[in-house]
């Protein structure tokens, strides 16, 4: 399994117009893994892209 950590540094995206009100605004529910992808970093969004991948170890520090 790919770990988070093993696809670089964050790569974090930009605001557009202004900050969500809600926090759950910035997920969404991969259709393929049915991970919970934070679509304010690119790594994430970019591997949730990828046909047929496996969801990502998230390790929470």
Not at 12 to 29: I, M, Q, S, V, W
Not at 34 to 54: F, S
């Amino acid at each position: 399994m790919t770990r988070l950590n093993d696809l670089g540094p964050p790569i974090p995206g930009k605001p557009h117009g202004g900050e969500p009100a809600d926090e759950l605004d910035n997920f969404y529910t991969c259709p393929t893994c049915g991970q919970l992808v934070d679509m304010r970093d690119l790594r994430q969004v970019i591997w949730h892209e990828r046909p047929k991948h496996k969801p990502l170890l998230v390790l929470v520090d």
